[in-house]
């Protein structure tokens, strides 16, 4: 089912937007990764520290395809 938040958002933006909710406790961690999408970063609570590449520098973040065809994933840890 789809919650209130991503039916307003899908209206909004659509069809610029694939609306996900990604929800986790104090201390998540999200490895270097590259979405094949465009995305809104909402932190409500705590701090969140968010690392931006320019793309010319993939070649070196040792890209691999671990997960689904849209999201490119990196062995590199930069933190």
Known sequence: SVSPL???L??????HLTPHLWIGPGGSHTNLH????????????GLKR?????PWVR???????????GT?????DVL
Do not use: G, H
């Open 59 to 69: 070649q070196w973040m040792r890209p691999n395809t671990k997960y689904d065809s």
């Open 50 to 54: 968010v690392v931006l590449f320019p």
């Open 34 to 45: 590259n979405d094949d999408e465009d995305n809104i970063l909402i932190e409500l609570a």
């Open 72 to 76: 490119e994933c990196c062995d590199l």
């Open 6 to 8: 991503e039916e307003r």
């Open 10 to 15: 899908e209206r909004r933006f659509r069809p």
